[in-house]
């Protein structure tokens, strides 16, 4: 059972990249799916999930407006599409996986989160 992260980059500031997290070993629509981030000296943070029985999500406020969670089962797959980047937003992300019972949408928070996968490195220039 493994997620695996891709789609970082080096981007300038307003830019846009979309990352992908890839399921092995489990079928997507049982688990929710988080992305984290974590900055260099600070903690890992919750981003972005996606409920996968219902579909429903939920956003940090830091990236609401500008990050955008989507999943496509027959891929066994989620993606977080990131516009409008600012130089905060420069970290290791990082998507996880969470059985059930779920805390996303209510919120995304590391804890409940069972498999994790290497991250994925983000780097906005100003």
């Known amino acids: 059972v493994q997620v695996v992260e891709s789609g970082g980059g080096l981007i300038h500031s307003g830019g846009s990249l979309r990352l992908a997290c890839v399921a092995s070993?489990?079928?997507?629509?049982?688990?929710?799916i988080g992305w984290f981030r974590q900055a260099p000296g600070s903690q890992r943070e919750g981003v972005s999930c996606?409920?996968?029985?219902?579909?429903?999500?939920y956003y940090a406020d830091f990236v609401k407006g500008r990050f955008t969670i989507s999943r496509d089962n027959a891929k066994n797959t989620v993606y977080l599409q990131m516009d409008n980047l600012e130089p905060d937003d420069t970290a290791v992300y990082y998507c996880?996986?969470?059985?059930?019972?779920?805390?996303?949408?209510?919120?995304?928070?590391?804890?409940?989160?069972?498999?994790w996968g290497r991250g994925t490195q983000v780097t906005v220039s100003s």
């Open positions: 996880a996986a969470e059985k059930p019972p779920f805390v996303c949408p209510m919120t995304v928070v590391p804890g409940p989160y069972d498999f």
């Open positions: 070993g489990f079928t997507l629509e049982r688990y929710s």
């Open positions: 996606i409920n996968s029985h219902t579909g429903a999500t």
